[in-house]
Structure formats: structure tokens, C-alpha cells
């Protein structure tokens, strides 16, 4: 909603209803969104510490084989396999997180876009599928665990408006 219209909105409900309002009155406002959005970037947070744990795990295992190629797949680690989507998905939720209810449509807008550039490249990236069907015996599920996060992280940032 533009900025113009909600404080159109809010003198309207002043003026007739005498009751003062402050902040944004739309769902990104609402106790709904900061509930839901605390929730989800928690989870997402969780999930990211998961999968840090896993591709240590299967940077260890690769670099017990000695294999010089092995070796250097794991001194890539997680940013090269997650293609660099998570840093600027993690920078977008703080900015969300920290952002005003009146001030979180652009953070909102700039993580949803983070968010979806991040959820196409685990699920179509052969790297990350390679990562979560090693040969090496080592539990990596990127998609598995991420997934679900990015989807919540999603679903509460459609409550902004």
C-alpha cells in the first residue's frame, strides 16, 4: 500500500472513529508478521547451522580420501556450493528483521527475491544434488533442510504488504 493511502487511511479512522493510529496498519503491522517471521528465520537460522554441520562433515570425509580433487571440492565449501545465494539471502532477513513495521515493504521485497533466486539453486543445482547423495557416507540434505526453511521465510514475508 502506498504510503499515501495508508496515512489517507489513518486520518480517516482518526477523524471518524477517534482512535489514533500508529505504525502500519496493514499484515506486515500486525503482530501475525513478527510472529511468523520470527518463527521462520529462526527455523531458516537452525537449518543453515544443520547444513553448515553436514558440508563440514563431507568436507572432513573428502579430505580423508587424500584425493586431490576431492580435496579441493572441500575447500570450496558451503558458499560455492550454495552458489553464493545464502549471504545475500541472510543480509535481506536481517534488513527485514531490523526494518520498521511502516519501512518493511522494500527489505521484504529484496528478500523475497533473495529468497527465490536461493530456492531455485538448491533444487535444480547438480552440485548441491552431488552434496546430498555422496558416496562418502557422510547425511548431507541441503534440499531437504533448507527447503522447508525457505518456504517459511516465503510464507511470512507474503504477509507483507
Not at 526494518?99 to 533473495?114: I, M, Q, V
Amino acid at each position: 500500500m502506498s504510503e499515501t493511502l495508508q496515512n489517507t487511511r489513518s486520518e480517516w479512522v482518526e477523524r471518524v472513529l477517534g482512535v489514533r493510529v500508529t505504525g502500519n496498519t496493514g499484515a506486515s503491522g500486525s503482530g501475525e508478521f513478527k510472529r511468523q517471521w520470527q518463527q521462520s528465520y529462526a527455523a531458516w537460522q537452525t537449518a543453515v547451522e544443520a547444513v553448515d554441520a553436514q558440508m563440514e562433515a563431507l568436507g572432513k570425509a573428502c579430505r580423508g580420501t587424500q584425493d586431490p580433487w576431492l580435496v579441493n571440492i572441500a575447500d570450496r565449501g558451503l558458499p560455492a556450493v550454495t552458489g553464493n545465494f545464502k549471504t545475500p539471502l541472510m543480509a535481506a532477513c536481517f534488513e527485514v528483521t531490523q526494518a520498521a513495521p511502516d519501512k518493511l515493504a522494500g527489505p521484504a521485497a529484496k528478500a523475497r527475491t533473495a529468497l527465490a533466486n536461493f530456492a531455485k539453486h538448491i533444487a535444480t543445482d547438480p552440485q548441491v544434488a552431488g552434496c546430498d547423495g555422496n558416496p562418502l557416507g557422510v547425511t548431507v540434505s541441503i534440499r531437504a533442510t533448507l527447503g522447508p526453511a525457505l518456504k517459511a521465510l516465503n510464507d511470512a514475508l507474503h504477509l507483507v504488504r
